[in-house]
């Protein structure tokens, strides 16, 4: 069975900190990929990021991070110079295979920023 | 190219009573999958869609859940004989096959049972 762990419910930093959200995930699967998706305070879910599990290269857009440690089991993100407008849910999710399958979610981090 | 649809928005029923959600998936994005979210919990995976052939259903998919993709366009999903439990934010997502996989989410609808 897949999980994925946010132990962190909620965050609130002021503006311009950074802020790093943890994910922890488990599974018995060799090939799986991970994601991260935002909600908003309107409802929908955007896609941020996908990486497979056998990419440990870390990446880089813009404000956002992403640290991939198979070791820890961990895929965590980092929202540098935080603004008001990252203010949402966060929510870390894996699936199987080549990532076209069902998503197990976490429960989600809550972020506010703070002005 | 339009998001991923989804209708009602809202929806409010009595218990007992059936309800049925469409979801209109990305042009050309052959899987279509139903999530429901409950507040302050993630999205919990309920089906999903190959064209027109379900491929999974989840043990949250109880008998008085239906959904179908007829034609391997849009799908709907049905509940019968609402209970409060059911309460919830409905999800859809799709995506593309051999693609890069990201499942889009559509807006959700949310239903109230009283």
């Known amino acids: 069975a897949q999980k994925v762990t946010q132990a962190q419910t909620e965050i609130s930093v002021v503006e311009k900190e950074d802020v790093t959200l943890d994910c922890v995930y488990e599974?018995?699967?060799?090939?799986?990929?991970l994601f991260w998706y935002k909600q908003p305070p309107s409802g929908e879910l955007v896609f941020l990021i996908r990486?497979?599990?056998?990419?440990?290269q870390n990446e880089i857009s813009g404000r956002y991070s992403w640290n991939f440690q198979k070791s820890t089991s961990s895929f965590n993100f980092t929202i540098t110079a935080s603004q008001v407008v990252d203010s949402a849910v966060y929510f870390c999710?894996?699936?199987?295979?080549?990532?076209?399958?069902?998503?197990?979610f976490g429960t989600g981090t809550r972020l506010t920023i703070i002005p | 190219d339009t998001g991923v649809s989804q209708d009602p928005r809202h929806k409010i029923t009595k218990r007992g009573q059936n309800v049925t959600f469409r979801c209109d998936p990305i042009?050309?994005?052959?899987?279509l999958y139903w999530y429901r979210q409950t507040l302050g919990q993630g999205p919990e995976f309920l089906t999903y869609?190959?064209?027109?052939?379900?491929?999974?259903k989840s043990r949250l998919l109880s008998d008085r859940f239906s959904a179908e993709r007829p034609k391997g366009s849009f799908s709907t999903l049905e509940i019968q004989r609402t209970e409060q439990g059911d309460s919830a934010m409905y999800l859809c997502?799709?995506?593309?096959?051999?693609?890069?996989?990201?499942?889009?989410f559509g807006p959700g609808t949310r239903l109230t049972v009283t």
């Open positions: 599974t018995r699967d060799t090939t799986y990929y």
């Open positions: 042009s050309e994005h052959n899987r």
């Open positions: 990486r497979n599990s056998f990419d440990e």
């Open positions: 997502a799709s995506s593309a096959e051999g693609g890069s996989y990201e499942q889009y």
């Open positions: 999710a894996l699936t199987r295979n080549f990532g076209n399958e069902k998503l197990t």
């Open positions: 869609f190959q064209n027109e052939a379900q491929l999974e």
